[in-house]
């Protein structure tokens, strides 16, 4: 690792701390550096809120060694007037020479525009230092922009036997779910919950489960619930539609909003998820986390339309029941917690 990719490498580290904050902003990741040494270094913490590069910047007592200094960031600066002014113009301002740049930003807005002004201004920059982790740092942003869609996870819990639940169409609401995870694997999903904008189940999944979808397990923003229900079987009693959260609910029906929750009608003889997405997208919504049930994500599985899928694999056998999703996917990397297995996965392109 050369020094460039050192401090890159910090950079990213700092990003990542604002995973599920920074919404519609991408995550970024600043440090300066003076003579081989770290003066100051910052990160966006929440969209609205000064950029790495201003928190950075204000770290530094001795504003004349700035001059001498190489500026990191994982992100090319913005360029553009938003919620805060253009970071391009504030290092240009501090007077930085050198300017080290992980990826191009996609935003159109954007878009090479904060280099082409560094440049103009006499400034030396470095492009392209751990640009593949620098965009997968941002690849719901990145989706975002470049696809017009959401980032999409596809999450679900399978017994050893490869099936989702024990009960093939519908169980007795007297009767308790079956968990097949532990309760440490239960915290994982739950902080999943708060690095996404929103999460997503079938209608079956909400009858049969009654989840709430919340963070309640972890410490952080509750993410926008979406439930496709064509005919609106849910109850306004399911703790789907509790105050918690925000909930969108696709449907065929014209339906008034009550409390915190909102329809959308949708045409249900065509193709549902391109619908879905596109309201998504309107909406601003980065990335989305499916969590079921079964018929749902063999949807988004048969569309094409996942960017990746986290699987539990659980000790437990369950011998009959719901089989798990089809798929084909690149096994990226597996961990164990406790004696349950998850798996990561990417599509085979």
């Avoid at 113009?89 to 560094?118: H, N, Y």
């Avoid at 099936?163 to 440490?184: G, H, I, K, M």
């Avoid at 399911?238 to 915190?260: G, H, P, Y």
Wanted: glycine share 6%; proline share 5%.
């Amino acid at each position: 690792m050369n020094i460039h990719e050192k401090y890159m490498k910090r950079c990213l580290d700092l990003a990542k701390n604002g995973l599920g904050q920074t919404y519609p902003n991408p995550m970024v990741g600043r440090v300066i550096v003076h003579k081989d040494k770290i003066i100051a270094e910052g990160w966006h913490q929440r969209a609205g809120q000064a950029h790495a590069e201003v928190n950075a910047i204000n770290q530094i007592k001795d504003q004349s060694l700035i001059k001498h200094a190489t500026l990191y960031v994982s992100l090319e600066p913005c360029s553009h007037y938003g919620k805060t002014p253009p970071c391009a113009d504030l290092i240009i301002d501090k007077g930085f020479k050198k300017i080290v740049i992980g990826s191009i930003d996609p935003f159109a807005k954007v878009k090479g525009k904060g280099i082409q002004k560094l440049m103009a201004k006499g400034c030396e920059v470095v492009l392209g230092v751990l640009e593949d982790e620098c965009l997968d740092l941002n690849k719901r942003f990145i989706m975002f922009h470049t696809h017009k869609r959401p980032y999409i996870i596809l999450k679900w819990v399978e017994s050893q036997d490869g099936f989702l639940s024990p009960f093939e169409f519908c169980r007795d609401q007297n009767q308790a779910p079956v968990w097949l995870t532990n309760t440490y694997s239960k915290q994982r999903v739950h902080q999943w919950r708060s690095q996404e904008q929103a999460i997503l189940v079938g209608t079956h999944t909400a009858l049969m489960d009654n989840p709430a979808l919340t963070t309640r397990l972890w410490k952080g923003q509750n993410p926008l619930r979406i439930v496709i229900d064509k005919n609106l079987k849910i109850p306004k009693t399911s703790k789907i539609f509790s105050n918690e959260a925000q909930t969108l609910v696709f449907t065929s029906r014209q339906e008034s909003d009550f409390k915190t929750t909102t329809f959308c009608q949708i045409d249900f003889k065509q193709p549902i998820l391109p619908q879905l997405l596109n309201e998504l997208h309107k909406r601003n919504i980065q990335s989305l986390l499916v969590e079921g049930g079964r018929v749902t994500l063999q949807e988004f599985i048969n569309a094409d339309l996942w960017d990746e899928a986290r699987v539990f694999k659980s000790p437990k056998q369950l011998k009959l029941g719901t089989k798990s999703p089809i798929f084909k996917g690149q096994l990226i990397k597996s961990e164990r917690i406790v004696e349950d297995e998850l798996k990561f996965f990417k599509p085979i392109k």
